[in-house]
């Protein structure tokens, strides 16, 4: 008995014009499904919790030079270790962003931006995906879905999205060794949450109990994890994940690089006409 296709690409919600390189994915995985049929998967990673993954480059119109834009955060906690789907974006911070898009896109994408609403990043990111109408025919699976969380298979490296101050933060479940206090003799592996905040400096969390709803992979086992709940036949890899993915856990997979485009790290300002 024959199986359809299952055509998977994964990637963060990445600003609210999308970067390149995902269209360029969206681009391959089109032209597959047109060889070979079967539907495509956006695995959306929206439990990422850095804020630079949103963060995009635009060029302006007349002089061409580079500009970095960004969601605004409501705190400091939120924007360096919430997840993206908790991520709260302030008040004025969509009006104000639009006051500087007519130096670097169109009216007919400033009047997307502007009619576009959602109160999380990851939420915002999505539409303005949607409006620009690069979701369509596209199935979307979200690693933050509580049900995608009970469904995964369990993983030995992840993080725990836990409360912490008043927020919800994305902590690392790790493995640190610590000394017998009794005798002395020996170390002892112990379990914390914790969240990195630069360098060598760790914020350690009070001991808490959690569930899978609260679980998502870390990079090196985020394949394996998407994969027990997708059950995909082809997946699309960028540049980037070339480095740290693991083909030899997933056989079943085949793997396929994205196709090329320009300017792959800056903004996505293109919509059909």
């Not at 060029?59 to 906690?77: C, D, G, I, S």
């Not at 994408?109 to 690069?134: H, N, P, W």
């Not at 879905?145 to 369990?154: E, G, H, N």
């Not at 997979?253 to 300002?269: H, Q, S």
Request: aromatic letters at 10%; charged letters at 25%.
């Amino acid at each position: 008995m024959s199986t359809a296709p299952v055509i998977c690409f994964g990637q963060q919600p990445c600003g609210f014009f999308p970067k390149r390189y995902f269209v360029a994915k969206i681009r391959t995985a089109r032209r597959l499904q047109s060889e070979m049929g079967g539907e495509i998967i956006l695995f959306c990673h929206d439990s990422d919790h850095d804020p630079r993954e949103t963060k995009i480059i635009l060029r302006h119109r007349k002089t061409h030079e580079p500009a970095q834009l960004n969601f605004a955060f409501e705190n400091r906690l939120q924007r360096k270790f919430s997840p993206q789907y908790l991520k709260r974006i302030p008040a004025g911070w969509q009006e104000k962003t639009a006051l500087q898009l007519p130096n670097y896109v169109g009216h007919s994408l400033i009047r997307l931006f502007q009619k576009t609403s959602a109160a999380a990043v990851a939420d915002f990111c999505l539409a303005m995906y949607r409006e620009m109408g690069l979701l369509e025919g596209i199935r979307l699976v979200r690693s933050s879905d509580p049900a995608v969380r009970r469904a995964a298979c369990a993983v030995p490296e992840f993080f725990v999205d836990v409360p912490y101050e008043n927020e919800i933060v994305r902590a690392r479940f790790v493995g640190v060794q610590s000394r017998n206090s009794r005798d002395c003799s020996g170390d002892t592996l112990k379990r914390e949450l914790q969240l990195h905040e630069g360098g060598d400096s760790y914020i350690t969390l009070p001991a808490a109990a959690f569930g899978k709803e609260q679980i998502s992979p870390t990079r090196d086992t985020r394949l394996r994890w998407m994969q027990s709940v997708v059950h995909c036949t082809h997946y699309i890899a960028g540049a980037g994940e070339k480095a740290y993915l693991r083909p030899e856990e997933t056989p079943e997979v085949t793997f396929i690089n994205r196709d090329p485009i320009d300017r792959p790290d800056e903004a996505y300002t293109e919509i059909p006409s």
